[in-house]
Nanobody, 115 residues
């Protein structure tokens, strides 16, 4: 079981920025894919951004050019830099890692976006 510990969530105003971090209990260079998803109550969990083992980055359509995902194989951390946040971006943000057929999720910090 991979343990994921997230940090950095909290209230942010529209147009503001926030950074989320996710520390993994394993060497993330051995994982197939790492990244972030988010979920609004009553809706399906949606892709925010992922990084494949080969370095391919994939962003959700709604966050293109505003969010940036990165990983650090020394600290085994996956980070999400969010800029120009919008109210519709208010959600629970989940760290995600995939190893072969196993997917693990973080606890999901809340990111409310409002004035």
């Amino acid at each position: 079981q991979i343990q994921l510990v997230e940090s950095g969530g909290g209230l942010v105003q529209p147009g503001g920025s926030l950074k989320l971090s996710c520390a993994a209990s394993v060497d993330i260079s051995t994982l197939h894919r790492v990244g972030w998803y988010r979920q609004v109550a009553g809706k399906e969990r949606e892709l925010v951004a992922t990084i494949s083992r080969g370095g391919l980055i994939n962003y959700g359509d709604s966050v293109q050019e505003r969010f940036s995902v990165s990983s650090d194989t020394v600290t085994n951390t996956v980070s999400l830099h969010m800029n120009s946040l919008k109210p519709e971006g208010s959600a629970v943000y989940y760290c995600y890692v995939a190893r072969r057929l196993t997917v693990s999720w973080g606890q999901g910090p809340q990111v409310p976006v409002f004035s």
